[in-house]
């Protein structure tokens, strides 16, 4: 993990190095977080079945010979309906245009849906170079659709090449990562080699946390809600205690995460202190607080906390 203190300082003197950050976007669900994290070899960003779930940029690194990859986990793509819906499109199309390539993730079983077929039509205006990854050819029972689509894909946006792999299964993975090390542009790394993503302890373990609330409830209340990491403090036996305060927008939404006798958030709690336990490796203490904010959604404080940025109306 980096504080980023030491960004655009390392390998600054090596030979023929290379480093390059990718964009990786596609429709929710796609499968871009999966992705992403088996590129890094570790969990860099949340994954669950339900669409949207990530919604900020989330970089992970990963080192291969002497290329750097910078892999830029960006929210699902989609019609935006509401004020951080927008902030997260627009997100993740920032993350595309700012990149040194595109990787376009679609779920090979889903094929060239409405959303996949608005995403090639705009992808004509980002003048990148880019590829295309049909994922989750695991759950394909007849393989030779994949040709077929990818043949449609490479018709409708010209692709450099098109992948096809299971980021579940790790299947075709390495091919994918080598072909990105050698596309790389030269230049010095940007990150020690022994990191693997930029992002913040404290918004990490936020993540972490509304992985679990998307894992243990359903309908609207994951998506009404929102984690900010309000303390963290170091102790002297090696230990870190954490409090999070879950911001949610009405009072039944409060009740259901709370569970009846506080049932729903010791579960969330219990599955998040164990993961930030194996990501930090050490003893942690979780402390969560479920507090009503009607208007969060309207609160440039709380997209600042994610990483985003405020939408106009």
């Known amino acids: 993990m980096s504080d980023g203190d030491e960004v ?12 390059g950050f990718i964009a990786v976007i596609g429709a929710p669900n796609a499968g871009k977080s999966t992705l992403v994290n088996a590129m890094v070899g570790a969990k860099v960003s949340i994954v669950s079945h339900k669409v949207q779930t990530t919604r900020v940029p989330v970089r992970g690194i990963a080192n291969v010979g002497n290329s750097q990859l910078v892999f830029i986990d960006t929210p699902g793509l989609f019609a935006p309906k509401k004020r951080l819906d927008t902030a997260m499109v627009e997100a993740a199309w920032g993350g595309a245009r700012d990149a040194d390539f595109v990787v376009l993730v679609i779920d090979a079983a889903r094929g060239i849906d409405a959303e996949v077929e608005s995403i090639l039509t705009k992808l004509h205006d980002v003048k990148l170079p880019r590829i295309a990854v049909l994922n989750k050819v695991d759950k394909l029972t007849d393989k030779s659709k994949l040709l077929e689509l990818a043949t449609a894909v490479q018709e409708k946006a010209a692709f450099e090449h098109v992948f096809m792999l299971s980021a579940t299964d790790g299947d075709g993975v390495e091919d994918l990562k080598r072909y990105l090390a050698d596309k790389m542009p030269a230049g ?16 990490l373990a936020a993540e972490i946390t509304r992985e679990k609330i998307f894992h243990r409830l359903h309908d609207e209340v994951p998506y009404s809600s929102t984690v900010e990491t309000t303390q963290w403090t170091e102790r002297k036996d090696g230990s870190v205690r954490i409090e999070q305060t879950i911001f949610v927008a009405r009072d039944g939404q409060k009740a259901i995460m709370l569970g009846k006798g506080g049932t729903t958030i010791k579960q969330v709690s219990m599955d998040s202190r164990r993961e930030l336990q194996e990501i930090l490796e050490r003893p942690v203490h979780l402390f969560l607080f479920v507090k009503v904010r009607q208007n969060w959604q ?15 109306k």
């Open 298 to 312: 309207d609160d440039p404080e709380r997209y600042r906390e994610m990483g985003l940025e405020l939408p106009k």
């Open 188 to 203: 010095p790394w940007h990150y020690p080699e022994d990191d693997l993503t930029d992002a913040p302890l404290r918004l």
């Open 8 to 19: 655009g300082a390392v390998h600054a003197d090596g030979d023929g190095q290379r480093c």
